[in-house]
């Protein structure tokens, strides 16, 4: 490890950000180490991003391509996939190269990717370059994760967690406002020609800057994981995605192949992992698993975003759809609680250091719940202000929730299983959005085709749909307050202080 991974507390200030952007770290590193996750902390926040601006912008596309709903629901479907298929593979990739090589990699990637869909002619250009950007979007995140646990002393982890937090977060929640203010003035190229320059800059400034803070160590390739891990949880989230396209004649044949396939590779996968581990050369080291605090806390983790893609899927389709709202009327009423994520995160990351998880995830795991049975209530006459309340409520259960999931999990593992964690981590983020996508528009489109052909009309058959899927997630929802207390109440650090 670095000198500066031994590094004592300092008395600096902690960041409170003050944007939805993340905030800079300041406690506990040296400047060389604070640089490294400054640029991290920027560039996975453009990047992850991504994953959720199309959605907003899918009917424009449809009109200026001539394809159809199902076939542009692929420009986000086939993002997640890719996520899905290398994020398990970064585990062993960060262990194999250096800080500085990762990131050029990951962000010259999704420049290439941000530059091909800017350009692109047609669809299938533009789904291509939505692949190129995934291929790097998957990289960043357990990087930024790894190089944060390496450097980061355990006593200040939670105030820079808070901070990934933030990109975690509130990036996926803000990407459907943020495409809706673009579109509302500009094309939908500019949503990436606006990143692009971003994406240059943050290359430039990696190569001429960013330090290695993290050391290498040989590890062997196993083809057939790859391959597995790739047909396991490629197979789930396409077949999760494909759950909620119900037509006439149900749920397509080739959804449950690709579901049956996913989980039979996924099980081969996890039994080959078990035994690579045993000589230390598994893929994805499942080890990590043995910490019941992981465990539990990835366990949440997962619910969390379920909670938080299903609502992100349903809340522009209700304010549109039922209500009436333009796309950027919908951008704007969903911008507070991404803001309320980001003011929160750092707050909730000095806490966290202060008092552990438990006091903090009780009340988190309440609010969600709250908020989540506030939906329930919504009606085609509701006011947006009541959106707006449960939006905001659930967005501060979530920010309560998320720095002490990511800290107590990947600080609960010795570090040489930091990058192992964090790609469970981030694999299992996918699987959990599509999970929840595909749970929220599934209840969504079957109850509101029932209600449609009783004679309901359009906007009362959605309204109703929408109520049936946002009633499952409140039900849901109440897992989450016993798990919470399943957590440790002090803080946790992995064995040999967690790794330094």
């Known amino acids: 490890?670095?000198?500066?991974?031994?590094?004592?507390?300092?008395?600096?200030?902690?960041?409170?950000?003050?944007?939805?952007?993340?905030?800079?770290?300041?406690?506990?590193?040296?400047?060389?180490?604070?640089?490294?996750?400054?640029?991290?902390?920027?560039?996975?926040?453009?990047?992850?991003?991504?994953?959720?601006?199309?959605?907003?912008?899918?009917?424009?596309?449809?009109?200026?391509?001539?394809?159809?709903?199902?076939?542009?629901?692929?420009?986000?479907?086939?993002?997640?996939?890719?996520?899905?298929?290398?994020?398990?593979?970064?585990?062993?990739?960060?262990?194999?190269?250096?800080?500085?090589?990762?990131?050029?990699?990951?962000?010259?990637?999704?420049?290439?990717?941000?530059?091909?869909?800017?350009?692109?002619?047609?669809?299938?250009?533009?789904?291509?370059?939505?692949?190129?950007?995934?291929?790097?979007?998957?990289?960043?995140?357990?990087?930024?994760?790894?190089?944060?646990?390496?450097?980061?002393?355990?006593?200040?982890?939670?105030?820079?967690?808070?901070?990934?937090?933030?990109?975690?977060s509130v990036a996926p929640a803000i990407g459907p406002t943020i495409s809706g203010l673009i579109l509302s003035v500009l094309s939908w190229r500019w949503m990436f020609g606006l990143v692009l320059p971003i994406a240059v800059v943050a290359i430039v400034l990696g190569a001429m800057r960013l330090p290695n803070v993290t050391e290498p160590r040989y590890a062997k390739v196993d083809v057939t994981s790859v391959i597995l891990s790739a047909l396991g949880f490629g197979g789930i989230v396409y077949g999760l995605s494909g759950l909620g396209e119900i037509t006439d004649g149900g749920v397509a044949t080739t959804t449950w192949i690709s579901l049956g396939v996913g989980?039979?590779?996924?099980?081969?996968?996890?039994?080959?992992?078990?035994?690579?581990?045993?000589?230390?050369?598994?893929?994805?080291?499942?080890?990590?698993?043995?910490?019941?605090?992981?465990?539990?806390?990835?366990?949440?983790?997962?619910?969390?975003?379920?909670?938080?893609?299903?609502?992100?899927?349903?809340?522009?389709?209700?304010?549109?759809?039922?209500?009436?709202?333009?796309?950027?009327?919908?951008?704007?009423l969903l911008l507070p609680g991404g803001l309320l994520m980001g003011l929160l995160a750092p707050a909730v990351g000095r806490a966290y250091d202060k008092v552990g998880p438990r006091p903090l995830l009780v009340p988190g795991a309440i609010a969600l719940s709250l908020a989540l049975w506030g939906f329930v209530l919504l009606q085609p006459e509701s006011s947006p202000w009541m959106l707006l309340a449960a939006h905001l409520t659930m967005s501060a259960g979530l920010a309560l929730m998320f720095t002490p999931l990511f800290t107590s999990a990947l600080g609960s593992l010795p570090a040489e299983r930091y990058s192992h964690g964090s790609a469970v981590v981030g694999t299992l983020q996918q699987v959990a959005g599509a999970a929840g996508t595909a749970l929220f528009v599934t209840v969504l489109t079957a109850q509101s085709i029932a209600l449609a052909d009783g004679g309901a009309s359009e906007v009362a058959a959605t309204a109703g749909g929408i109520h049936s899927a946002f009633l499952v997630g409140a039900i849901l929802s109440l897992v989450a307050l016993p798990l919470a207390f399943a957590v440790p109440r002090e803080r946790v650090e992995g064995p040999h202080g967690g790794g330094h």
């Open 1 to 168: 490890m670095t000198e500066t991974s031994t590094a004592k507390l300092r008395d600096e200030p902690a960041s409170g950000g003050s944007s939805a952007a993340p905030a800079v770290p300041t406690a506990g590193m040296s400047p060389r180490d604070r640089l490294a996750v400054t640029v991290l902390l920027v560039s996975t926040f453009v990047v992850i991003l991504n994953e959720t601006i199309m959605g907003v912008a899918l009917p424009r596309l449809m009109t200026d391509l001539s394809i159809t709903a199902s076939t542009a629901q692929w420009l986000t479907t086939a993002f997640m996939l890719t996520m899905a298929v290398v994020i398990p593979v970064t585990g062993f990739v960060l262990q194999r190269i250096t800080t500085r090589p990762a990131f050029l990699l990951a962000m010259t990637l999704f420049a290439t990717g941000t530059l091909i869909c800017a350009l692109a002619p047609g669809f299938v250009v533009l789904l291509a370059g939505r692949i190129v950007q995934a291929s790097g979007t998957a990289i960043m995140l357990p990087l930024l994760m790894t190089t944060v646990m390496t450097v980061t002393p355990p006593a200040a982890r939670g105030r820079t967690m808070g901070n990934i937090s933030v990109v975690i």
């Open 263 to 332: 989980a039979v590779a996924l099980v081969l996968f996890v039994l080959r992992q078990r035994s690579l581990a045993r000589v230390d050369d598994a893929l994805l080291d499942l080890r990590v698993f043995s910490s019941r605090t992981f465990a539990v806390s990835v366990a949440l983790l997962a619910g969390l975003m379920v909670s938080l893609f299903g609502v992100i899927i349903l809340l522009p389709i209700y304010a549109q759809s039922v209500l009436g709202l333009t796309t950027l009327q919908t951008g704007l």
